[in-house]
């Protein structure tokens, strides 16, 4: 419990060193990070305002690989977040190795966003999602869950129909899984859109490179672009692509270049 508090605190610390220059920071600037918990903060703090979508700030895992130069590093220390229960992982929709980061307390803001939107529409019995809250989201860490033990675990907050757990996928908190209907994924609500400006900014931005001569640019006025099809800013879709190796970055005496990956 010590140090679960010990670590929220740096991260507040973190936090409240970052909020007001963050923004202002140039991804040169601030491409690279010593930790996990340091990048993760830092990009939560940098995650773009979007218009007419309620939705907390996210990571995505690639965003990481780009930042900590130890893939093998991210992957220990973001288990040890989520284990904590600082952090949740989520499988997205936008690719096979795709995987969404919140921190709890983000995501739980977005559950409670849900659940009062639900309750003004008087769609159906809301007490499941605090049984959801308190039982599954409380002691179920990992990104999925199978039928059975999510029925189990509302179960211990009230007698369960199958029209529960029909109202959590409504709401955007499951996805039933297409290879097993038995399992589902945990989900992050309000993030359809999102995610589809992001699978569309990242075709834009690569096919804006790929036309360039040398299929490269400076990376100072390549973040200062504003792409057409996504609400991400161009910083969040850099280190996307990144991290993801579908980009590469080279240090030259003018600054840093961004340049297409050789398939």
């Known amino acids: 419990?010590?140090?679960?508090?010990?670590?929220?605190?740096e991260e507040e610390e973190i936090e409240a060193e970052n909020r007001d220059a963050n923004h202002s920071l140039s991804l040169e600037q601030n491409l690279s990070f010593s930790d996990t918990n340091v990048a993760l903060c830092m990009m939560r703090a940098q995650f773009p305002q979007i218009d007419k979508v309620a939705i907390q700030p996210f990571i995505l895992q690639s965003q990481l690989y780009s930042s900590v130069k130890d893939r093998t590093q991210?992957?220990?220390?973001?288990?040890?977040?989520?284990?904590?229960?600082?952090?949740?992982?989520?499988?997205?929709?936008?690719?096979?190795?795709?995987?969404?980061i919140m921190f709890l307390e983000d995501y739980l803001k977005q559950l409670e966003h849900v659940v009062k939107r639900m309750e003004e529409k008087k769609q159906g019995d809301v007490d499941v999602f605090k049984w959801f809250k308190g039982h599954v989201i409380e002691s179920k860490l990992e990104p999925s869950i199978e039928h059975e033990e999510l029925y189990a675990l509302l179960s211990l907050g009230g007698q369960v129909k199958d029209g529960h757990i029909s109202?959590?996928?409504?709401?955007?908190?499951?996805?039933?899984?297409?290879?097993?209907p038995n399992m589902y994924w945990f989900a992050i609500p309000n993030i359809g859109s999102v995610l589809k400006g992001l699978s569309q900014g990242r075709k834009e931005l690569l096919s804006l490179l790929n036309r360039r001569r040398y299929k490269e640019m400076m990376l100072a006025p390549l973040e200062k672009m504003r792409l057409r099809l996504s609400p991400l800013d161009m910083r969040f879709h850099l280190?996307?692509?990144?991290?993801?190796?579908?980009?590469?970055?080279?240090?030259?005496?003018?600054?840093?270049?961004?340049?297409?990956?050789?398939?």
């Open 1 to 9: 419990m010590e140090r679960g508090k010990k670590r929220r605190r």
């Open 74 to 100: 991210v992957d220990r220390e973001l288990e040890s977040l989520r284990r904590d229960k600082v952090v949740r992982i989520f499988k997205l929709n936008t690719g096979q190795d795709d995987h969404g």
């Open 167 to 180: 109202l959590l996928i409504n709401a955007g908190l499951l996805t039933r899984q297409l290879i097993d």
């Open 239 to 263: 280190r996307d692509l990144i991290g993801s190796g579908h980009l590469k970055t080279a240090h030259t005496p003018s600054g840093i270049v961004v340049q297409v990956s050789k398939d």
